[in-house]
């Protein structure tokens, strides 16, 4: 079975631009979640996806971020336009269904120069 | 919302000895603690997990202690060997409740150091 994948597993962009990164979760898993890890601090929610229903986004921090998950499979993180302080790792997890343990892709390191 | 302490941020210790990794919670509400190991350039891995109706689980040289009334869980490697030098990330959260209660609230994380 594979696991949730990534893409990209680096970018490197500019103040301004816009990045949009992508996650695959596993074959069947409902539910989809985005993390995020800021310069060496904890990990944080930023939202919960039921298929292709936002079930949580309290952790979103602007509307700078839009995350989509068209058709409930795959789901994509958009920033736009980026900022110095949206430099991290992002990363996506997915689970069976709410409640079930999740599992963690390898995450998007994101660079904002 | 959830607060989750980690302590120690850094441990070393000597291959064969034992290594405990402390959490505490602010959420009397949450009900389910998992661990996750995450080696460096690798994604978080789950290693083990409880749940509050139960006081301890073990899985080989992996335990986990849960204290609902002190608010606080533990991780416990026996016999650590090198390999197990990782980050550690405790978490938790409050799966049964409905709404949106099933983010992942994390701790800082410890940097574990198995010295050959």
């Known amino acids: 079975e594979a696991g949730v994948t990534q893409f990209p597993s680096h970018s490197v962009i500019e103040k301004g631009q816009t990045v949009t990164l992508r996650c695959d979760p596993i074959?069947?898993?409902?539910?989809l979640y985005w993390y995020r890890r800021v310069m060496g601090k904890e990990i944080k929610f930023l939202l919960h996806?039921?298929?292709?229903?936002?079930?949580?986004e309290s952790g979103m921090p602007n509307n700078r971020f839009l995350a989509e998950r068209t058709g409930g499979t795959y789901s994509t993180l958009k920033v736009q336009p980026a900022e110095l302080e949206d430099s991290g790792v992002y990363f996506c997890?997915?689970?069976?269904?709410?409640?079930?343990?999740?599992?963690f892709g390898d995450g998007t390191r994101l660079s904002i120069l | 919302g959830e607060n989750v302490e980690q302590h120690p941020s850094t441990l070393s210790v000597q291959e064969g000895d034992s290594a405990v990794i402390k959490c505490t919670y602010s959420?009397?509400?949450?009900?389910?603690f998992p661990w996750y190991k995450q080696e460096l350039g690798k994604r978080p891995q789950l290693i083990i997990d409880?749940?509050?109706?139960?006081g301890e689980k073990k899985d080989q040289r992996i335990a986990v202690t849960l204290n609902k009334t002190a608010k606080h869980f533990s991780l416990h490697i026996t016999e650590t060997q090198p390999e197990d030098s990782a980050v550690y990330f405790c978490?938790?959260?409050?799966?049964?409740?409905?709404?949106?209660?099933?983010?992942?609230?994390f701790g800082k994380g410890t940097l574990l150091t198995v010295n050959p």
């Open positions: 997890a997915s689970s069976l269904d709410r409640g079930q343990p999740q599992h």
């Open positions: 074959s069947g898993h409902d539910n």
């Open positions: 996806f039921v298929k292709e229903s936002k079930q949580d």
């Open positions: 959420d009397s509400a949450s009900n389910y």
């Open positions: 409880i749940r509050s109706n139960v």
């Open positions: 978490a938790a959260s409050n799966p049964n409740s409905g709404g949106s209660n099933y983010k992942l609230t």
